[in-house]
Nanobody, 125 residues
């Protein structure tokens, strides 16, 4: 079993930055691919970014490419999402998720096995 806890959300003006962090419990963290998803009110859950179990591969949604950076520290059981040049359309609840299947990285929320409780990001114009 893995428990995920996100932190770092908040209110920021457009053009600003935030860094989200996800802390994981359990010794298996280093074997999981990790993803960040977001959900805005009235919208479906949307893929944001993912990183392979060893950090060698990263993926981004087109809407955040060049602005967001995902990273992980397997020694600390954490995965971070650095978000720069934030836009009002980035406003959403952001979720960290873990996928036990390490041989391919998925952008589909249904693939992920464990989820955090989410952290709110609000970008004002």
């Amino acid at each position: 079993q893995v428990q995920l806890v996100e932190s770092g959300g908040g209110l920021v003006q457009a053009g600003g930055s935030l860094r989200l962090s996800c802390a994981a419990s359990g010794r298996a963290f280093s074997s999981f691919n990790m993803g960040w998803f977001r959900q805005a009110p009235g919208k479906e859950c949307e893929f944001v970014s993912a990183i392979s179990w060893n950090g060698a591969n990263t993926y981004y949604a087109d809407s955040v490419k060049g602005r967001f950076t995902i990273s992980r520290d397997n020694a600390k059981n954490t995965v971070d999402l650095q978000m720069n040049s934030l836009k009002p359309e980035d406003t959403a609840v952001y979720y960290c998720a873990a996928d036990r299947y390490r041989y391919s990285i998925s952008q589909r929320p249904t693939t992920y096995d464990y989820w955090g409780q989410g952290t709110q990001v609000t970008v004002s114009s």
